[in-house]
């Protein structure tokens, strides 16, 4: 129900085999970590619907 999605927080990450990675969230404010051999501090503001 969309009344009940404003009141949640849900959010996906995926990653392929080639490294690519993303992530998408039903409100604002979904942050997730990316660490490989040369970065180990990158956070990435994740894309929301609302």
């Not at 969309?2 to 849900?10: D, F, L, R, S, Y």
């Not at 080639?18 to 990316?34: L, R, T």
Request: glycine share 10%; proline share 2%; net charge positive.
């Amino acid at each position: 129900k969309p009344e009940t999605a404003k009141n949640i927080q849900v959010g996906f990450l995926a990653i392929n085999k080639k490294g690519e990675y993303g992530a998408y969230a039903i409100q604002q404010g979904f942050s997730y970590a990316v660490c490989n051999a040369e970065k180990q501090d990158l956070l990435i503001k994740g894309k929301s619907y609302y």
